[in-house]
């Protein structure tokens, strides 16, 4: 006992001196980071590319350069995953009714293809979605405006057995909301990837107006038919690196994804803020931090496939032991606005924006809400699905795994060839690695103060 508070004592006195050597930040680097993984030789860096591929091992000599090794007992820090998908060769599909009545219906699906029978069944807005012994296609009006997600109620279909979910205009929907989330959905991804083994998810599908008022009349007869699709397979490479004086035990887990969407029409996703940002940020930590003695296990986590439902996060949590706390960075260079609906307005861009997510108000999370604003960020926490399920800590949060979600404020360009470097801003960057590095200090003191206690 008396050798484990000494060596307590001295890492406490490690992180409390300030040497004049500590490093800082470098700008440069940062940026030379994220100008690289936007760069043409990686195409977007999609999963399973060639240029993902190509990706993968450039981060690997620059982890391993930056001080970073893989976790004990790995010979190499690569934590390969199969995927499985299908395409569809459009996201049209048909619902067929009674006297030869047709609608179109506009489809999204996020997992293994599920079996569904044609029959309809109504779901009331103002109930539980029904139980569907059979995979019934629920269908119900969805009102944006109310604070509906798409996503929240297709996990109650899904728990309730649905094999699909139609989404009808609501009424009161007087602002249009639901026809955006129908127009998104009309130029959404033909591919869905998926880890094998994954439960079925039934598939959403947008109606309108017309169909609502047609199954007001009749529920019997109707057929839905879907567009033909293929399937196919791949992988996924997670890359993952421990600091190499931390302490084995509780583990702390860094977390960005380094994967983006490939190509786009006449050339390719540069995916510069996302995530070539968050990358750069975890790196430039890394060597930060590369003589810290840390009394948990400081983990990094460079996932893959996050853009296809955040397929590396799981995959992680499907071989490894959970982590005390997760900290997922994404998106976090730019000026951003904190809702969609500021985009229009430069006026509303904030250079010093940080949006911190975190399921509910922790220790850790209001610990680092008030070293982001010591830095002089404008931090703003945020709550709900979009914050909810728009990144890697999605999927440990649904495990119950502690989760921080570190984001940079929403901007133009997202998911689009315009996501380049020259617009991700350095002195942000510095900025972020300064905030892990004082948070990670922080919580390290607050543990070996309390073990020596």
Same mark, same amino acid.
């Given at each position: 006992?008396?050798?484990?508070?000494?060596?307590?004592?001295?890492?406490?006195?490690?992180?409390?001196?300030?040497?004049?050597?500590?490093?800082?930040?470098?700008?440069?680097?940062?940026?030379?980071?994220?100008?690289?993984?936007?760069?043409?030789? *990686?195409?977007?860096?999609? %999963?399973?590319?060639?240029?993902?591929?190509? #990706?993968?091992?450039?981060?690997?000599?620059? &982890?391993?350069?930056?001080?970073?090794?893989?976790?004990?007992?790995?010979?190499?820090?690569?934590?390969?995953?199969?995927?499985?998908?299908?395409?569809?060769?459009?996201?049209?599909?048909?619902?067929?009714?009674?006297?030869?009545?047709?609608?179109?219906?506009?489809?999204?699906?996020?997992?293994?293809?599920?079996?569904?029978?044609?029959?309809?069944?109504?779901?009331?807005?103002?109930?539980?979605?029904?139980? $569907?012994?059979?995979?019934?296609?629920? *269908?119900?009006? +969805?009102?944006?405006?109310?604070?509906? !997600?798409?996503?929240?109620?297709?996990?109650?279909?899904?728990? #309730?057995?649905?094999?699909?979910?139609?989404?009808?205009?609501?009424?009161?929907?007087?602002?249009?909301? +639901?026809?955006?989330?129908?127009?998104?959905?009309?130029?959404?991804?033909?591919?869905?990837?998926? %880890?094998?083994?994954?439960?079925?998810?039934?598939?959403?599908?947008?109606?309108?107006?017309?169909?609502?008022?047609?199954?007001?009349?009749?529920?019997?007869?109707?057929?839905?038919?879907?567009?033909?699709?293929?399937?196919?397979?791949?992988?996924?490479?997670?890359?993952?690196?421990?600091?190499?004086? !931390?302490?084995?035990?509780?583990?702390?887990?860094?977390?960005? /994804?380094?994967?983006?969407?490939?190509?786009?029409?006449?050339?390719?996703?540069?995916?510069?803020?996302?995530?070539?940002?968050?990358?750069?940020?975890?790196?430039?930590?890394?060597?930060?931090? #590369?003589?810290?003695?840390?009394?948990?296990?400081?983990?990094?986590?460079? !996932?893959?496939?996050?853009?296809?439902?955040?397929?590396? &996060?799981?995959?992680?949590?499907?071989?490894?032991?959970?982590?005390?706390?997760?900290?997922?960075?994404?998106?976090?260079?730019?000026?951003?606005?904190?809702?969609?609906?500021?985009?229009?307005?430069?006026?509303?861009?904030?250079?010093?924006?940080?949006?911190?997510?975190?399921?509910?108000?922790?220790?850790? &999370?209001?610990?680092?809400? !008030?070293?982001?604003?010591?830095?002089?960020?404008?931090?703003?926490?945020?709550?709900?699905?979009?914050?909810?399920?728009?990144?890697? /800590? *999605?999927? +440990?949060?649904?495990?119950?795994?502690?989760?921080?979600?570190?984001?940079?404020?929403?901007?133009?360009?997202?998911?689009?060839?315009?996501?380049?470097?020259?617009?991700?801003?350095?002195?942000?960057?510095?900025?972020? $690695?300064?905030?892990?590095?004082? +948070?990670?200090?922080?919580? &390290?003191?607050?543990?070996?103060?309390?073990?020596?206690?």
């Amino acid at each position: 006992m008396s050798r484990f508070l000494n060596l307590s004592s001295i890492l406490l006195l490690a992180l409390t001196i300030s040497p004049s050597a500590e490093p800082l930040p470098d700008a440069q680097r940062l940026m030379g980071t994220v100008e690289t993984l936007a760069s043409p030789a *990686f195409q977007g860096r999609l %999963l399973g590319s060639p240029g993902g591929l190509s #990706a993968q091992e450039w981060l690997r000599d620059e &982890a391993a350069a930056s001080g970073l090794l893989p976790l004990a007992g790995w010979d190499v820090p690569v934590q390969t995953f199969q995927v499985r998908g299908y395409r569809w060769m459009n996201l049209k599909a048909a619902l067929r009714g009674p006297r030869e009545m047709e609608f179109e219906l506009i489809l999204k699906s996020d997992g293994p293809l599920p079996r569904h029978r044609g029959a309809l069944k109504h779901w009331d807005d103002t109930d539980a979605a029904p139980l $569907c012994a059979a995979h019934e296609v629920l *269908f119900r009006d +969805f009102n944006p405006g109310a604070g509906e !997600s798409p996503s929240d109620l297709l996990d109650e279909a899904a728990r #309730a057995g649905a094999g699909a979910l139609i989404l009808l205009p609501h009424p009161d929907d007087e602002r249009g909301l +639901f026809a955006r989330y129908r127009m998104r959905s009309e130029s959404g991804d033909l591919a869905v990837h998926y %880890l094998p083994g994954s439960e079925a998810r039934p598939i959403l599908f947008y109606g309108s107006l017309e169909l609502r008022e047609a199954l007001a009349q009749n529920l019997e007869g109707w057929h839905l038919e879907l567009p033909e699709v293929e399937a196919f397979s791949t992988q996924g490479d997670n890359l993952l690196y421990r600091l190499p004086e !931390s302490q084995a035990g509780s583990i702390v887990l860094l977390v960005a /994804h380094y994967d983006h969407l490939g190509p786009a029409e006449g050339g390719y996703h540069p995916g510069a803020n996302d995530n070539g940002s968050g990358v750069a940020v975890l790196l430039e930590t890394a060597r930060l931090l #590369a003589q810290r003695q840390y009394p948990f296990e400081l983990r990094f986590l460079f !996932s893959d496939g996050e853009e296809e439902v955040m397929l590396g &996060a799981r995959a992680y949590l499907a071989e490894m032991e959970d982590p005390e706390l997760v900290i997922n960075l994404d998106t976090v260079g730019r000026a951003g606005v904190n809702h969609y609906r500021h985009l229009r307005d430069p006026s509303a861009l904030d250079p010093e924006l940080l949006m911190l997510w975190s399921e509910d108000d922790s220790a850790a &999370a209001e610990a680092l809400e !008030s070293l982001a604003s010591n830095l002089e960020f404008h931090v703003e926490r945020g709550h709900g699905p979009i914050f909810e399920r728009a990144g890697d /800590h *999605f999927p +440990f949060a649904q495990a119950g795994v502690p989760a921080l979600f570190i984001f940079g404020g929403f901007h133009a360009g997202y998911h689009q060839p315009q996501d380049t470097a020259d617009l991700v801003l350095p002195d942000k960057l510095v900025k972020l $690695c300064e905030l892990l590095r004082d +948070f990670l200090d922080s919580k &390290a003191k607050v543990q070996l103060e309390n073990q020596n206690r």
